[in-house]
Structure formats: C-alpha cells, structure tokens
Nanobody, 124 residues
Framework: QVQLVESGGGLVQPGGSLRLSCAAS????????IGWFRQAPGKGREGVSC????????YYADSVKGRFTISRDNAKNTVYLQMNSLKPEDTAVYYC?????????????????WGQGTQVTVSS
C-alpha cells in the first residue's frame, strides 16, 4: 500500500525554523518526483517546492525562495523540507505528494499520492 506520512510540523515564532519530513512506505521514492504543498485556512492548495526523481532538480515558489530547502534521502525513503526565517504567512497545513515522473510541477493535479498533512503555525 502506497503511503506518505508527513511529520515535523508545530508552532514556531516568526524567524524560527522547522524541518518537515515526508516518509514513504509501500514503494521506493527513487523513481518519484516529490512535491510539497500547503493550504492555509480559506485558501486553495499551493505548490511550495518540488524535487525531481532522476536528477534532483528543485523548484521553489517565489514566496519561499531563499528560505526553504528541499532535499531527499533515497536510502531512508524520505524527503525533507527545511524551513527557515518563517513568517506568519507560512502558516498552513503542509502536504507532501508523489508522482512517478521525471519532472517537477507546482500543480496539485500532477500528483497522485498524498500524505495526510502536518500543521505549521508561525505566531508570536
């Protein structure tokens, strides 16, 4: 059974950091492109970052560029999202998603497997 499980969310003050993890089970991440998305209350789900399967090309939304870093450890079957200099507007439920493709995308419809999400709250 294909499963993605996010962890690492929580409450952090503005300017703080969190590292989200996306652990896969039931399949190997080696051949999957992984995306991170977020959904704030009352808003649609938006693409935050992505790392491709074959050559690990990365993508970042303009709103997080320079602050977030995506990485993958295929040996641990896990993808990470390091989030630094967090802002209140980063508050959202963060989801990871997987698709067996070579290319990154910021579109929800490009990914077939999704985790359950982890809450990130940035507040003083």
């Amino acid at each position: 059974q294909v499963q993605l499980v996010e962890s690492g969310g929580g409450l952090v003050q503005p300017g703080g950091s969190l590292r989200l993890s996306c652990a896969a089970s039931g399949f190997s991440l080696d051949y999957y492109t992984i995306g991170w998305f977020r959904q704030a209350p009352g808003k649609g789900r938006e693409g935050v970052s992505c790392i491709s399967s074959s050559d690990h090309i990365t993508y970042y939304a303009d709103s997080v560029k320079g602050r977030f870093t995506i990485s993958r450890d295929n040996a641990k079957n896990t993808v990470y999202l390091q989030m630094n200099s967090l802002k209140p507007e980063d508050t959202a439920v963060y989801y990871c998603a997987a698709e067996p493709t070579y290319y990154c995308s910021d579109s929800v419809s490009s990914f077939g497997a999704w985790g359950q999400g982890t809450q990130v709250t940035v507040s003083s």
